[in-house]
């Protein structure tokens, strides 16, 4: 990665949020029309490894403050973005029928919950950077913490399929369930092209660095 610069990989990043756009319109358009979800697993899977480049980046730049949880942040962002992948790869062979689907959202659980405790800390290690605006700091601790709620879905895994079912209704979900649909998945799916694109543009313009 020692070829990467700034400029590299704000655009890796920008493409990451242009990605992870069409997979959100993607989404949105199999839960309203309700036709085949598979051009947004597609797409989940090519976001992930454009993520990749990025997590090492907020990682050199949270050494900075803080060498132990930097390598944190490196740690739990390259992990979670490969799991991703990985979860990708087997939602889509899941839903081409080729394995058992139950149990392979697990991947994505835990990729998007490691990926969000690794934003939510680098956040919070430069919330006092005078480059970063407070709006773009706050929207990242939101970002985060939402992704870090998806951690919850290997708890409420069997209530879910059981909402999914329609055996049980809302009223009856626990708070974890509740927490994760309402609030985790909502910021998760909506947040993450915004702050992927929002991410890039700051390494284009070099508010954030990891040269010098």
């Not at 947004?40 to 480049?53: G, N, Q, R």
């Not at 050199?60 to 962002?77: C, D, F, M, S, Y």
């Not at 909506?190 to 040269?211: A, C, D, N, V, Y």
């Amino acid at each position: 990665m020692k070829s990467l610069n700034n400029k590299t990989i704000g655009r890796i990043t920008i493409a990451a949020g242009i990605s992870a756009l069409i997979g959100t319109l993607a989404m949105i358009e199999f839960m309203v029309i309700g036709n085949s979800g598979l051009f947004s697993d597609y797409i989940s899977i090519f976001t992930a490894v454009l993520m990749l480049p990025l997590m090492i980046a907020l990682s050199k730049i949270a050494i900075t403050k803080q060498e132990n949880l930097g390598r944190g942040v490196l740690i739990l962002g390259v992990l979670g973005a490969l799991i991703n992948f990985v979860g990708g790869i087997i939602n889509v062979i899941a839903l081409e029928g080729i394995i058992e689907y139950y149990h392979s959202a697990d991947w994505i659980y835990v990729g998007g919950g490691l990926v969000g405790i690794a934003i939510l800390t680098f956040a919070l290690l430069n919330r006092t950077n005078p480059e970063m605006k407070a709006s773009y700091v706050w929207f990242s601790i939101l970002f985060g913490l939402g992704a870090c709620t998806f951690l919850l879905g290997l708890i409420v895994r069997d209530e879910l399929n059981a909402l999914m079912r329609f055996e049980i209704t809302f009223a009856e979900a626990s708070p974890f369930l509740m927490g994760m649909l309402f609030f985790g998945a909502p910021v998760f799916i909506l947040g993450q092209p915004i702050w992927l694109l929002w991410t890039g543009r700051l390494f284009l313009k070099e508010k954030l660095s990891i040269e010098g």
